[in-house]
């Protein structure tokens, strides 16, 4: 059973903080990760993906991921009220990707 | 830009009704997959698709099928309603190997 682990949360930040997102996966031979973010009653979107070890960067988002220690984790600087969501991680296996159960993410201003 | 598209938003129902969740997408995908969220217990797959005329049971089929005549169209079906199924319906498209791209999802209540 492939699974993919994220702490439920909520975590609450202060506007302006770095808000630190974690997902630890079981399958060592997983290649490629995605973030997704899903806003309140709305479909998840995807906002990052990361295949190779080391940190990706896009904007105020940055995706890191260790396969030896099989964590991917998604950096939010400067974290604004808008950024409120869960957060998904998902690993692909085969053809179906699994998810994990997201993390709310809150962000006080 | 990728598009996937469902049927309705919100949709209401009553115990024993049977009810069709259409999914559009227009990128041409080959894979497509329904899934239901609930709350505290995630993403769910129900059913997913490879190919026209193919499905593959997912983690909870059970009171659902599915159909696929055409490769840009998957449609859930749930031959009699229970309130059980009262649930967040997400369809969701990718072409082989890369990320998949949601519907906005139906909010399906079963009186």
């Known amino acids: 059973q492939k699974e993919v682990e994220q702490n439920s949360g909520p975590l609450s930040v202060p506007e302006g903080a770095i808000a630190s997102l974690n997902c630890t996966y079981s399958d060592r031979g997983s290649q490629s990760f995605f973030w997704y973010r899903q806003y309140s009653g709305k479909s998840p979107e995807l906002i990052m993906s990361i295949y190779s070890n080391g940190d990706k960067e896009d904007g105020r988002f940055t995706a890191q991921l260790n396969k030896a220690s099989q964590y991917v984790s998604l950096l939010i600087r400067d974290s604004q009220p808008s950024d409120s969501a869960t957060y998904l991680c998902a690993v692909p296996y085969g053809q179906n990707f699994v998810f994990g159960p997201g993390t709310r993410l809150s962000v006080l201003p | 830009d990728v598009k996937v598209t469902q049927s309705s938003r919100y949709l209401v129902k009553r115990t024993g009704e049977k009810v069709f969740l259409e999914c559009v997408q227009d990128?041409?995908?080959?894979?497509m997959f329904w899934y239901r969220q609930d709350p505290g217990l995630g993403l769910r797959l129900i059913y997913f698709s490879y190919d026209v005329k193919m499905k593959e049971k997912g983690d909870i089929p059970e009171g659902y099928s599915v159909s696929r005549e055409k490769k840009e169209r998957f449609s859930l079906i749930l031959e009699s309603a229970s309130t059980n199924q009262t649930s967040m319906y997400l369809c969701a498209s990718n072409p082989e190997g890369e990320t998949q791209y949601f519907g906005p999802g139906t909010r399906l209540l079963v009186l």
């Open positions: 990128m041409d995908h080959e894979n």
